[in-house]
């Protein structure tokens, strides 16, 4: 239903930083959940952050703790426009990043999927991350 698009992939060094933007369009639906992943090719996705939107007084960032303290997912004014700001990057860190998407009536709903991470219906087409010396 909803169209993502993401950008902002590149390669850094280790210790480096980067952001990745992500734009939703074509919803109808008050609120969104908007999250990030990533993945290296022969693994399993591998979730990274989330972000509800809506409401502008509050937003309910979820994070994975293998980027918690590194990474941080925000907004500016427009609450279908979401930044993955991450630093300190690894070469871990190093995969195919994609935004996803999911829109509901009910704030509770979005920060339901946020928590559990799931349940997101449209994806981006990916931006590689390289972190390497």
């Known amino acids: 239903q909803l169209q993502v698009v993401e950008s902002g992939g590149g390669t850094v060094h280790p210790g480096g930083s980067l952001t990745l933007s992500c734009e939703v369009s074509?919803?109808?639906?008050?609120?969104?959940?908007i999250a990030w992943f990533r993945q290296v090719p022969g693994k399993e996705r591998e979730e990274v952050a989330c972000i509800s939107t809506g409401d502008e007084s509050r937003t309910y960032p979820e994070y994975k703790d293998h980027v918690k303290g590194r990474f941080t997912i925000n907004g500016d004014n427009a609450k279908n426009k979401i930044y993955l700001y991450m630093t300190d990057l690894k070469v871990e860190d190093t995969g195919v990043y994609s935004c996803?998407?999911?829109?509901?009536?009910?704030?509770?709903?979005?920060?339901?999927?946020?928590?559990?991470?799931?349940?997101?219906?449209?994806w981006g087409q990916g931006t590689q991350v390289t972190v390497s010396s």
């Open positions: 074509g919803y109808s639906q008050d609120y969104l959940a």
């Open positions: 996803a998407a999911e829109e509901s009536l009910s704030i509770s709903t979005v920060k339901a999927l946020c928590y559990l991470m799931s349940g997101f219906g449209s």
